[in-house]
């Protein structure tokens, strides 16, 4: 198959140079793409002005390992025609962006993001990441909060809470984890449309893998470009952090955070989903979406965006609203009565609520266990 990165869509693909590094964007929704270009027609959602959301806020889709911009192909269009501005970027390493031979820490992959945002000419936006952009978003939210408005990690609980977990060693992807440090073998696997699907089959859940696999063939070609596959692979294979990453990541969330989690998610455990509460001082949403693995948006796109929806509809709330709420949250502060909360959505129920206190300054917080569907 050829490897063809600007697949057509509802949808519009550009090429932005930021920070030196070359890297591919699709962009969607109501705002014009860049300065010069026509915006598309209004949606029915957005000409309804009570199911439209406002888009003052760019969402930005990050996607993870070893996957790229298509993984979001069901969940653009169906945001874009709720009104929001939606913008999904292959990271450094993937798909159609540059592939430099360094450059795949976390820090640098978060400034990336941040550089592409700005080159767009915003100055803030929603960070939706899955995988590795999920930690991406991590990093970014507590690098420069001021230009993350909320974060919505998918598969991805907070990096320094994955490495806080004791056995971890012996958690479930461990033997692939050491099979992408093998030399060359590897790249060899993401080069066949065999090997990604054998890839993508082993961290969706049984009943999903045919909706997963759809891609393989694509990915396969987008990888089999020299260089591509060994990109894509470098921030795989770091299994620990660097002095920087830590540094970046103990400084705590103070953004809105959802984090949203597959009930058979083989890669990340929900214990780990559970610790993301001794790192956010912010609110904290946590959805488990049921029957679904590491892939949400590939898996059951339809439910994810029933989850996004709501989350990027409160975020957008008009500037009284948001002021209003602000200086509640002040007030929670001042008696120490702010409150983290979770959900678990039953399927085709109502998600109903639990709490969690804020650890206070120098007092170490308790777990919140992941939300899982009953």
Partial sequence: MQATVTRPGPWTHRHVTAGGTRFHVVLAGPEAPLASAVPP??????????????????VLLLHGFPECWWTWRHVIPALADAGHRVIAVDLRGFGGSDRPPSGYDLVTLARDVAAVVRALGHDHAIIVGAGLGGQVGWTLASLEPELTVGLVPIGAPH?????????????????????????????????????????????????????????????????????????????????TLTRAEVQALNRPTTVPVLSVQGEFDPVQPARAHARDTHHVVGVLQQVTIRGVGHFPQEEAPERLVDVLLPFLTELAAPPRQAQSQSHSSIRRQRTGARRRTSFIRPPGGIARRRSARTPRSGERGRGTPSSRAQ
């Fill in 159 to 239: 990096p320094l809470a994955v490495r806080s977990l004791p056995m971890r060693t012996v958690m479930g992807s461990t033997v692939q984890h050491l099979f992408f440090n093998v030399p060359l073998l590897p790249e060899r696997s993401l080069r066949t449309t065999a090997g990604v699907e054998r890839l993508l089959r082993s961290w969706a859940a049984p009943a999903t893998r045919p909706l997963v696999t759809e891609g393989a063939e694509y990915y396969a070609a987008l990888l089999a470009r020299p260089g591509a596959a060994h990109s894509a692979l470098e921030s795989t294979r770091r299994s």
């Fill in 41 to 58: 027609p209004a949606s029915p959602a957005a000409r309804n002005p009570e199911t439209a959301a406002p888009a003052g806020h760019p």
